[in-house]
């Protein structure tokens, strides 16, 4: 059902950084690497989902699905998982090893950060978190058991995806004067 599949993760930055975040994505064939991409977005921003279907789709045509290490990128950068699914066609995994603390998160995004209200409503209307395969996901365009299928796809020791693994390495290497990586 699923053989290639782009993982996206965002580099470190550091606290009190208010520019734009790289953000990596690596492309995969199961659990064979093809290329990286990469584009930035803003910390705390709002441009996370079009940089995200902008780099999709100048990706490969054989891509099926998108996976995202959490629903934001850079900060709350909330990335609106219906309207990428709907800008690339492509189902859309968000995967997270733990449920998160939304009290927490909601209590950040309403008090102390810009547009936060709005971030809250993307979260909410990307639906529960559920756990499925060892992790936790969020999703749109895919059912529950097409998201268990496209983690076994994918994974090949632990619980995180293989595309999902290579960004998060890939984005701690990037080295630029706000990140906390080191060199690839």
Same mark, same amino acid.
């Given at each position: ?7 996206? @993760?965002?580099?470190?930055?550091? $606290?009190?950084?208010? =520019? @734009? ?8 064939? #199961?659990?064979?690497?093809? &290329?990286?991409?990469? &584009? #930035?977005?803003?910390?705390d921003g709002r %441009?996370?989902?079009?940089?995200? /279907?902008?780099?999709? %789709? !100048?990706?490969?045509? $054989? ?13 709350? %950068?909330?990335?609106d998982l219906h ?17 998160? @603390? *939304? @009290?927490?998160?909601?209590?950040? *995004?309403? %008090? ?9 409503? *993307?979260?909410?209307?990307a639906g529960p ?18 998201? !268990?299928? /496209? ?6 020791? =632990?619980?995180?995806?293989?595309? *999902? ?10 080295? !630029? &004067?706000?990140?906390?990586? &080191?060199?690839?």
């Amino acid at each position: 059902m699923f053989a290639h599949a782009i993982g996206f @993760d965002d580099a470190p930055f550091v $606290h009190g950084w208010r =520019g @734009d975040v790289p953000v990596i994505g690596t492309v995969y064939a #199961r659990t064979t690497l093809h &290329g990286v991409v990469s &584009g #930035r977005v803003r910390r705390d921003g709002r %441009n996370s989902t079009a940089e995200l /279907a902008r780099l999709v %789709n !100048q990706s490969p045509g $054989h891509i099926q699905l998108i996976l995202l290490q959490g629903i934001a990128l850079a900060g709350f %950068n909330v990335v609106d998982l219906h309207a990428l699914h709907a800008q690339t066609g492509k189902p859309v995994l968000v995967v997270a090893r733990r449920a998160p @603390d *939304l @009290d927490r998160i909601r209590a950040a *995004l309403l %008090n102390r950060v810009p547009g936060g209200a709005r971030k809250w409503a *993307l979260i909410g209307a990307a639906g529960p978190m559920e756990p499925c395969a060892g992790v936790f996901v969020q999703r749109a365009g895919l059912t529950l058991a097409q998201a !268990q299928v /496209a983690l076994e796809a994918f994974t090949v020791a =632990g619980r995180v995806p293989e595309p *999902l693994r290579a960004a998060h390495l890939i984005a701690r290497g990037v080295t !630029q &004067g706000h990140s906390r990586g &080191g060199r690839v």
